[in-house]
């Protein structure tokens, strides 16, 4: 079974940083890109950041570009997502999810895998 856990979240306050991490099981994502997305209240879930096979690829949503870094290590089958300056419009689920695609991809129909989720919520 296939299994992608995220941990890392929490209640923060504007201009802190948080370090997400996901962990894969069940199959190897080292072939994989990987991603993150999050979802806040009433909202649908949006791209955040992406990340090829390589890691030497990446992508991310423009509300996040200069404040988030994506890694990823594939010794370990896992993916970050390294949060600076946080802002309340930050606050939302953050949702870790691994592609059959190799290269980087932004769409969340390309997205086979899916964790739980991980609450990140950013104070004013």
């Known amino acids: 079974q296939v299994q992608l856990v995220e941990s890392g979240g929490g209640l923060v306050q504007a201009g802190d940083s948080l370090r997400l991490s996901c962990a894969a099981s069940?199959?190897?994502?080292?072939?994989?890109?990987m991603g993150w997305f999050r979802q806040a209240p009433g909202k649908q879930r949006e791209f955040v950041a992406a990340?090829?096979?390589?890691?030497?690829?990446?992508s991310y949503a423009d509300f996040v570009k200069g404040r988030f870094t994506i890694s990823r290590d594939k010794v370990k089958n896992s993916v970050y997502l390294q949060m600076n300056s946080l802002k309340p419009e930050d606050t939302a689920v953050y949702y870790c999810a691994g592609s059959a695609y190799s290269r980087v991809v932004v769409g969340t129909s390309e997205y086979d895998y899916w964790g739980q989720g991980t609450q990140v919520t950013v104070s004013s």
């Open positions: 990340i090829s096979w390589r890691g030497t690829s990446t």
């Open positions: 069940g199959r190897s994502f080292s072939n994989s890109a």
